[in-house]
């Protein structure tokens, strides 16, 4: 699959930002627990937890893009930031380009499907499951 082509809100080249709430909203964890979580995340999935970007530099998140809507009504634990979009509130979440100059964004675990998302209540369990 050419997932440049597939998924539309790619940008074609570098970085820029999306507005949470329109395709997708997100969750960021700060540092190597949000690489932590990433990969304890790929490991529950079988290798393809959904589109997971990072930041190399300043807090070094992880952005975990999920479903519209599916981060609110749930406990989050702290050090987790939402980025939603909501009366009075707008989000913008950073996405990277698949190939080229995207520093300091990249994919930790790249798009593979138009409809794929990470999994929120997932995401919730892998949070919760830390040591």
Same mark, same amino acid.
């Given at each position: 699959?050419? $997932?440049? #082509? ?13 507005? /949470?709430?329109?395709?997708?909203? &997100?969750?960021? *964890?700060?540092? +190597? +627990?949000?690489?932590?979580? $990433?990969?304890? %995340? /790929?490991?529950?999935?079988? =290798? ?5 970007? +990072?930041? /190399?530099? !300043? ?12 981060? #609110?009504?749930? /406990?989050?634990?702290? !050090?987790?930031?939402?980025?939603? &979009? =909501?009366? !009075?509130? *707008? ?5 990277? $380009? ?7 964004? #990249? ?5 593979? &499907? ?11 369990? $892998? %949070? =919760?499951?830390?040591?």
């Amino acid at each position: 699959m050419n $997932a440049q #082509s597939d998924l539309t809100w790619l940008p074609a080249a570098g970085v820029q930002l999306r507005k /949470a709430g329109v395709r997708f909203d &997100a969750i960021r *964890v700060d540092g +190597e +627990e949000g690489r932590d979580v $990433a990969d304890r %995340l /790929a490991r529950m999935t079988g =290798g393809d937890p959904g589109p997971i970007v +990072e930041t /190399a530099t !300043g807090r070094r998140g992880v952005y975990f893009l999920v479903p519209v809507g599916s981060t #609110s009504h749930r /406990a989050w634990p702290d !050090g987790v930031t939402r980025f939603v &979009a =909501g009366p !009075g509130h *707008v989000s913008y979440i950073p996405v990277p $380009a698949i190939n080229g100059q995207t520093w300091p964004l #990249s994919w930790r675990y790249r798009p593979t &499907a138009p409809d794929r998302l990470v999994h929120a209540l997932l995401l919730c369990t $892998a %949070l =919760g499951s830390q040591q």
